[in-house]
């Protein structure tokens, strides 16, 4: 220590910085990301075969650099197909031939969109010292490619014509090939360039480059080499070159993959542990339970135990090899009556690879095309004995579509495996009077053999269940549904019942008859053809009196509802308008349509001269357009996607959407209709979007859910559709009838009742009727007349005195109903109070009453 100074220079430029609190910290450049090992993850494009051709080929693989050949491996297929790729350290970063932008997980090879950018792509790479990537570009030069996708400035290489593909190497460098001299070429931030050695490839083109940090050498797949000693060929090959990057000179590592090689794109250093299969044995990975059977496969191609959908298995080993089997059996001693189990997937060409299952050498199942999820198979054995059961996976064609693999796992053979536990999901259901609702349940475990279950409900007369799980409406109330296993395993569902669907009529365009129609919305299925419009109206609205239209020729018109007499008002400009509806909040027509296929626009539309001024594009997810649309009395606007089938919220000022949810819906056909019946509240939709599903929907505007109402008769492609608000008719006539049906004297008879719309009729008595063997009890009307608004019909209902559980016999069941409640163990419901007093109608529930229905249902 001896206090002498040594000269280190300015502090900064100029005359230096005057600086306070010095500190010693690392602010160097970042640390590389962990790009571990020797292993190199790419995606693949085609293998070229030793007769100079090659086999059409797309999925990620890895192969060591010391073994490009023997360590190959594909890791995953389908999805996005890549051409251009870098990796962070963390995610995977890429480009399709479209130049759309993408992250991927370098475990899973999900891939993200993240968006489209505007430039050409013919190389990509990664600078790690500044957490950003480069792609050689449609110009030539060596541009910035942001995380998000936007692009930063450009590197102009000075005295290069053509580089492909490019590294980053560090220190602001990069190593590219110059296509005219063949040469390696150094290329610094300033665009200066060195060339360095001739390259091995003869057309001086690669189609990816990377640079490994651990050994300092860029790695090169060279496609297109000398034949042999023929120095006047080109063949294709998939050589894999270690270059230096100081140099240019190079050494050949071998062929990337088997026969001659693969052409790569997007090489990435990736520590993924060589590639290798997961360290299980066959019999782990096929096995339910461990050790239980042994499995044997044989021949060229064996099966091998992968990871597949995050899950272990046994896949077959057979891909891209074409007119071969893969096959893996199983030999074991069963009973009759015994089960075996698996679970199995397949992703291939449909129709001509296939994944079969057999039982001593006869084929029982196959499936074949994109199968990737797993699903179960049990075989029941019918006499005692041993057998063989084999999976084959055979590989026909020399395309190839998806992992080209059969994959099976869970394999069990034995006595049928019991349940453990059922659970409905979800726990509580809504369902509207009249309407049914399908349960949702799971058995545990999934591969228990026996999987049904039996329902039964608490309440009959407010919620019935049938064998499949279906739950109908008969009475507003709530009711417990519950399901129970072939074990007794039990769980509950609560089931409330709400008012049915109102009797309100819509108005629409029907495309199959290009007329406008009418239905009710309890009664779709009875539709009534008003008259054929001259042009195809996709989009109507109604507003004080008045009906607003856009027919295909954007013709702006009005009528009346229900006419197809109309008078054309103007133009509304170069957009098909596909959906309208009027805003009862602020008086406006608002609009969705577009002008051509990728623009879909929100529009106001001016109901003078039915000019339309686009407010702005719906920003929904991958710009999905809104093919139908509607408003609420209060003024809140949704919408309807083309392909996702999401409802969202629209703001009618600036166009901005909320996505609700789902309705159950995808990929819904141009011709649809949301309507809103401004009387009840209620959203509901004339949905077309599957051949076996279209008709007529409710929407529930809180989760976006929709339910299924009935058909619309003559098909359900509609549109424009529209109701008239009985407080916006004035055509609403001062009075209303309700129509009684009841029964006197065991005959059906009516008596209608006129008043004024919105209020409540005097209703009359009806009296229990005569009925063997005892009596029909009134229990109430079907429909509730209060406040009534409209002409409606009104039916009484009955039930048999002693059928408590109203299943329409009287049964022991019923009698043991009215004992538990007659010594206080059950609570019946007021309408079930009246059918349990069979004993002198005393209004009293006694064990004389659970005796008398007894004698009753035994015929006593």
């Known amino acids: 220590m001896t206090g002498e100074g040594e000269y280190r220079g300015f502090i900064g430029e100029d005359y230096g910085t005057y600086v306070n609190g010095m500190c010693i910290a690392d602010f160097l450049a970042p640390e590389p990301p962990a790009e571990q090992g020797k292993t190199v993850v790419s995606y693949a494009r085609n293998k070229y075969t030793s007769d100079g051709g090659y086999l059409p080929y797309a999925a990620w693989v890895s192969f060591n650099i010391d073994d490009p050949a023997g360590s190959f491996t594909e890791l995953s297929r389908g999805g996005v197909e890549f051409y251009e790729a870098a990796y962070d350290g963390e995610l995977i970063y890429g480009l399709d031939i479209e130049n759309n932008f993408y992250s991927v997980n370098p475990e899973t090879f999900e891939s993200t969109l993240i968006g489209s950018i505007s430039d050409t792509a013919n190389s990509m790479t990664y600078d790690w010292e500044h957490d950003t990537f480069y792609i050689v570009n449609g110009n030539l030069q060596i541009?910035?490619?942001?995380?998000?996708?936007?692009?930063?400035?450009?590197?102009?290489?000075?005295?290069?014509?053509?580089?492909?593909?490019?590294?980053?190497?560090?220190?602001?460098?990069?190593?590219?090939?110059?296509?005219?001299?063949?040469?390696?070429?150094?290329?610094?931030?300033?665009?200066?360039?060195?060339?360095?050695?001739?390259?091995?490839?003869?057309?001086?083109?690669?189609?990816?480059?990377?640079?490994?940090?651990?050994?300092?050498?860029?790695?090169?797949?060279?496609?297109?080499?000398?034949?042999?000693?023929?120095?006047?060929?080109?063949?294709?090959?998939?050589?894999?070159?270690?270059?230096?990057?100081?140099?240019?000179?190079?050494?050949?590592?071998?062929?990337?993959?088997?026969?001659?090689?693969?052409?790569?794109?997007?090489?990435?250093?990736?520590?993924?542990?060589?590639?290798?299969?997961?360290?299980?044995?066959?019999?782990?990975?096929?096995?339910?339970?461990?050790?239980?059977?042994?499995?044997?496969?044989?021949?060229?191609?064996?099966?091998?135990?992968?990871?597949?959908?995050?899950?272990?298995?046994?896949?077959?080993?057979?891909?891209?090899?074409?007119?071969?089997?893969?096959?893996?059996?199983?030999?074991?001693?069963?009973?009759?009556?015994?089960?075996?189990?698996?679970?199995w997937a397949v992703s291939c060409r449909e129709d001509f690879e296939r994944l079969t299952f057999s039982v001593n050498g006869t084929?029982?199942?196959?499936?074949?095309?994109?199968?990737?999820?797993?699903?179960?198979?049990?075989?029941?054995?019918?006499?005692a004995g041993e057998y063989t059961f084999s999976w084959t996976y055979h590989k026909e064609t020399m395309w190839t579509e998806g992992q080209d693999r059969g994959y099976v796992k869970n394999v069990y053979a034995g006595a049928p495996l019991p349940d453990e536990s059922v659970e409905f999901a979800p726990d509580s259901v809504t369902v509207r009077k009249g309407l049914t609702a399908q349960l949702s349940w799971t058995v545990a475990p999934y591969y228990a053999f026996d999987q049904s279950v039996t329902f039964t409900s608490s309440d009959a007369s407010i919620a019935s269940v049938d064998a499949n799980g279906v739950v109908r409406g008969v009475n507003e109330g709530t009711a417990v549904i519950t399901a129970t296993t072939a074990q007794g395993h039990t769980d509950t569902c609560t089931v409330t019942v709400i008012a049915p669907v109102p009797h309100t009529k819509i108005y629409a365009y029907q495309t199959q008859t290009t007329n406008l129609i009418s239905f009710f919305t309890d009664d779709s299925a009875h539709v009534?053809?008003?008259?054929?419009?001259?042009?195809?109206?996709?989009?109507?609205?109604?507003?004080?009196?008045?009906?607003?239209?856009?027919?295909?020729?954007?013709?702006?018109?009005?009528?009346?509802?229900?006419?197809?007499?109309?008078?054309?008002?103007?133009?509304?400009?170069?957009?098909?308008?596909?959906?309208?509806?009027?805003?009862?909040?602020?008086?406006?027509?608002?609009?969705?349509?577009?002008?051509?296929?990728?623009?879909?626009?929100?529009y106001e539309i001016n109901m003078q001269t039915g000019a339309a001024t686009v407010i702005g594009q719906p920003d929904t997810v991958d710009r999905d357009p809104l093919w139908t649309f509607a408003i609420t009395t209060e003024g809140r606007a949704y919408g309807i996607t083309a392909t996702s089938g999401l409802l969202y919220e629209v703001n009618l000022e600036t166009a901005q959407v909320t996505e609700i949810g789902f309705t159950g819906c995808p990929g819904v056909g141009f011709c649809q209709s949301l309507v809103y019946d401004h009387d009840n509240g209620i959203m509901f939709w004339a949905a077309y979007w599957k051949d076996d599903a279209n008709g007529l929907r409710e929407v529930n505007l809180e989760t976006g859910e929709s339910v299924s109402i009935g058909d619309i008769q003559d098909a359900a492609q509609v549109c424009g559709g529209y109701t008239v608000p009985s407080w916006d008719d004035p055509t609403q006539p001062s009075n209303v009838t309700v129509t009684f049906n009841y029964m006197v004297n065991g005959e059906w008879t009516s008596t209608e009742v006129t008043v004024p719309a919105g209020t409540t009729p005097a209703a009359p008595v009806p009296e229990n009727q005569p009925h063997q063997p005892t009596m029909l009890m009134f229990i109430g009307w079907d429909v509730d007349f209060a406040n009534v608004q409209h002409d409606i019909t009104v039916t009484a209902q009955y039930a048999a005195l002693g059928d408590v559980d109203m299943d329409g016999e009287i049964q022991i069941a019923d009698a043991l109903l009215i004992a538990r409640n007659a010594i206080g163990v059950a609570e019946l419901t007021p309408v079930q109070m009246i059918l349990a007093d069979v004993y002198g109608s005393d209004g009293v529930i006694t064990l004389n009453d659970a005796l008398v229905t007894m004698r009753i249902s035994l015929g006593l």
Not at 191 to 207: K, N
Request: aromatic share 12%; hydrophobic share 35%.
């Open 363 to 383: 084929e029982v199942a196959a499936i074949s095309g994109q199968n990737t999820d797993f699903v179960p198979y049990n075989y029941v054995v019918e006499a």
């Open 143 to 343: 541009r910035e490619l942001r995380k998000d996708g936007s692009l930063g400035s450009a590197i102009t290489p000075a005295n290069v014509v053509c580089i492909a593909p490019v590294t980053y190497v560090g220190n602001g460098e990069f190593l590219s090939l110059d296509f005219n001299t063949r040469n390696y070429v150094r290329i610094a931030a300033d665009g200066s360039t060195t060339q360095l050695a001739h390259s091995d490839g003869l057309q001086g083109w690669s189609s990816s480059m990377v640079y490994n940090r651990e050994d300092g050498k860029c790695y090169i797949c060279y496609t297109n080499m000398q034949n042999g000693d023929d120095t006047s060929s080109v063949g294709f090959w998939g050589k894999l070159f270690a270059i230096d990057p100081v140099t240019g000179e190079g050494e050949y590592r071998g062929f990337i993959g088997e026969d001659y090689g693969t052409y790569v794109n997007g090489m990435c250093f990736i520590d993924m542990g060589g590639g290798e299969e997961p360290q299980a044995t066959l019999d782990e990975a096929m096995n339910l339970v461990e050790n239980r059977h042994h499995f044997v496969t044989e021949g060229e191609y064996p099966w091998v135990p992968v990871v597949f959908n995050d899950e272990l298995c046994g896949a077959s080993g057979n891909q891209d090899h074409v007119g071969t089997t893969s096959t893996v059996s199983a030999t074991v001693q069963l009973n009759a009556g015994d089960v075996m189990r698996f679970d």
């Open 528 to 602: 009534q053809q008003l008259g054929a419009f001259p042009a195809d109206t996709y989009a109507m609205t109604y507003a004080h009196g008045v009906v607003y239209g856009i027919d295909s020729e954007n013709n702006f018109f009005t009528s009346t509802p229900g006419s197809t007499q109309r008078t054309i008002i103007g133009q509304t400009g170069t957009a098909m308008i596909t959906a309208m509806a009027y805003n009862y909040a602020n008086g406006k027509i608002y609009a969705v349509g577009y002008t051509q296929q990728s623009r879909w626009d929100l």
